[in-house]
């Protein structure tokens, strides 16, 4: 009976669920997350080398800004080159210089009039149609993150996968806001709440996840009402274009989508400071997040509002394996963690604090693993790791890693190679002071450093005893350690008993505490409502 009982609670939770839902979206289907190809299949694996012989033939060529629907060309160009392969150029893609900011802001503000009145079913179905045309191109998306960002299959695979869930999900949420909230009511009184949108922003993506964040941080804006200037990052700007395309062929009306690669010196804190500028949405750096943080801060002549900032920053993401855990999954989780595309996540973990009674055990199994992981140029094969972003980048992960080899003991990697690309081998140390630069700075490559911890709380104290606050795991079958690390390790996203990287949409909202950021939580139910502002109307009758 009360089996029976249980069954029936269940069954009408769903119903009401369901109806529930069927309220709020009545032309789509509820969420779900894009997902992700096996390239074990043979037949996956042919279609991908299919799709990059398709971007190969295209690599090369020029591209323009596009501002009010119009295609401008510039004498001065990004060149966009394979991390891989640094002869081999991508794309060359305009510079958008000061005059043409202007251009877009003059264009962005005509074209809000009507943008922000369109309904907002019809920018939520802006959003699912660039959906459905992005996943008929996935693997070509996929294929230009490889040659652009210098991704591996699977993780170009799951940066467009992203992507796909950002639109499918920002529509939705758009759905639901356009309600508004309930508000109390009283006698001869009627109140309502709603959220409309504020203006024309700047978007300033980083280049790691070239077309998901790119995507995400453009589309949830825009769908919100408002007119977007889109500066990509310069080290891949070429995929970025490509969004713009399924945009356009999506019905996204002309001015709404503005594209303005160029230089950031040149016109990074131009957008910035510009007093049309609304919001801005970076993603990128701590020190660029700071900068533009400050600046934005600032009032300029002729400007009615306060800038609204979102800033999603760097990170120093630890793993806690406890004494009581699977060993395996946490060499594993590890590994994957840190060394998945090259360690270049801001998520990425790049600390372990392992219990003391098990440090030996969990070292030797993750040095075991990632012994066994292949790199190479991901154009040409299916490896596990490729080349790291640039030049710039190299420099520096190589002269953490001489730093990493005074402040502990390097016990796996190290070697690095620049002649054709930028490869840098998996690198691990141990017996390192949390303390040191290489447990407290960001890295953002192929490293990672193991110190140890005689209990759980050393091991949470050594876990929070950075500046960043993004992500981080705990490896442990100890459920009152779990609960502790729930309130007191302090990230905005933490795991439990997986690796620290690999966030999805709709499931798993991501946003750093701390100098991580401004915790925006992408991806998540509070994102669209940082480019809105919500309006209280209460009428007498
Ligand atoms: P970056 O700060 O160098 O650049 C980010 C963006 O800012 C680029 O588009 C760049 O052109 C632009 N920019 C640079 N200077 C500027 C200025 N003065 N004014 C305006 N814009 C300017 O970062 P990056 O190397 O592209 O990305 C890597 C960083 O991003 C890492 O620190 C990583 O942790 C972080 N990241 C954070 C998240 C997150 O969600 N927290 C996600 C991905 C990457």
């Known amino acids: 009976m009360a089996g029976l009982i249980f069954v029936g609670m269940i069954?009408?939770?769903?119903?009401?669920?369901?109806?529930?839902?069927?309220?709020?979206?009545?032309?789509?289907?509820?969420f779900k997350h894009e997902p992700l190809t096996d390239f074990n299949q043979p037949e996956n694996a042919a279609a991908f080398e299919a799709a990059l012989g398709k971007v190969r033939a295209e690599l090369g060529r020029e591209y323009p800004l596009v501002i009010n629907g119009e295609r401008i060309y510039t004498d001065e160009q990004l060149i966009s080159v394979n991390p891989a392969n640094k002869e081999q150029v991508v794309g060359k893609v305009s510079k958008a210089a000061k005059k043409h900011i202007e251009m877009a802001f003059e264009g962005a503000n005509e074209a809000f009039q009507t943008w922000r009145k369109m309904s907002p079913e019809a920018r939520a179905n802006v959003l699912f149609k660039a959906a459905a045309i992005a996943r008929r191109r996935k693997h070509e998306l996929s294929a230009w993150l490889v040659f652009d960002a210098g991704k591996p299959w699977s993780q170009a695979d799951g940066d467009t996968a992203e992507g796909i869930d950002f639109l499918e999900y920002y529509g939705r949420e758009m759905l639901k806001l356009a309600k508004g909230q309930k508000m109390e009511q009283r006698e001869n009184e009627h109140n309502t709440y709603f959220y409309q949108p504020i203006g024309p922003g700047v978007t300033i993506p980083p280049w790691n996840f070239a077309f998901a964040i790119v995507c995400g941080t453009t589309v949830a804006p825009i769908v919100a009402g408002n007119p977007v200037l889109l500066k990509p990052s310069e080290n891949t700007p070429v995929i970025a274009y490509k969004l713009v395309e399924i945009l356009e062929e999506a019905g996204l009306p002309k001015g709404v989508l503005q594209f303005v690669p160029g230089d950031p010196a040149e016109i990074g804190d131009y957008l910035v400071d510009h007093k049309e500028t609304r919001w801005i949405n970076?993603?990128?750096?701590?020190?660029?997040?700071?900068?533009?943080?400050?600046?934005?801060?600032?009032?300029?002549?002729?400007?009615?509002?306060?800038?609204?900032?979102?800033?999603?920053?760097?990170?120093?993401?630890?793993?806690?394996?406890?004494?009581?855990?699977?060993?395996?999954?946490?060499?594993?989780?590890?590994?994957?963690?840190?060394?998945?595309?090259?360690?270049?996540?801001?998520?990425?973990?790049?600390?372990?604090?392992?219990?003391?009674?098990?440090?030996?055990?969990?070292?030797?199994?993750?040095?075991?693993?990632?012994?066994?992981?292949?790199?190479?140029?991901?154009?040409?094969?299916?490896?596990?790791?490729?080349?790291?972003?640039?030049?710039?980048?190299?420099?520096?992960?190589?002269?953490?890693?001489?730093?990493?080899?005074?402040?502990?003991?390097?016990?796996l990697g190290g070697e690095a190679d620049d002649s054709k690309g930028f490869f840098i081998h998996p690198t691990i140390f141990k017996d390192v002071d949390p303390k040191a630069r290489i447990m407290q700075e960001e890295i953002f490559g192929p490293v990672v450093a193991f110190t140890k911890g005689k209990d759980f709380d050393e091991l949470l104290d050594i876990a929070n005893n950075t500046e960043y606050g993004l992500t981080g795991a705990v490896i442990s079958k100890n459920r009152e350690h779990l609960e502790r690390a729930r309130y007191e390790f302090h990230v905005g996203n933490l795991y439990f008993n997986r690796g620290c990287t690999a966030a999805v949409v709709g499931y798993q909202p991501f946003g750093g505490f701390k100098m991580s950021g401004t915790d925006s939580k992408s991806g998540g139910p509070d994102y669209l409502k940082l480019f809105m502002e919500a309006k209280s109307v209460s009428e007498m009758f």
Request: net charge negative; charged share 30%; with cysteine.
């Open 11 to 30: 069954f009408a939770r769903y119903m009401c669920r369901m109806l529930e839902e069927k309220e709020v979206f009545p032309l789509v289907l509820l």
């Open 282 to 411: 970076f993603t990128g750096s701590k020190a660029t997040g700071l900068r533009i943080y400050e600046r934005a801060a600032k009032v300029q002549k002729g400007q009615q509002f306060l800038k609204q900032v979102v800033a999603e920053m760097g990170g120093k993401d630890t793993i806690i394996v406890d004494k009581e855990a699977d060993l395996d999954l946490a060499a594993d989780a590890i590994v994957h963690s840190a060394f998945g595309f090259s360690g270049q996540k801001c998520s990425a973990c790049s600390r372990v604090a392992v219990h003391e009674d098990v440090y030996d055990e969990v070292l030797e199994k993750t040095i075991a693993l990632a012994q066994e992981l292949t790199i190479g140029d991901p154009s040409e094969k299916n490896v596990y790791m490729g080349a790291v972003i640039n030049q710039k980048q190299y420099d520096k992960i190589t002269s953490y890693i001489e730093i990493g080899k005074k402040e502990g003991k390097l016990v």
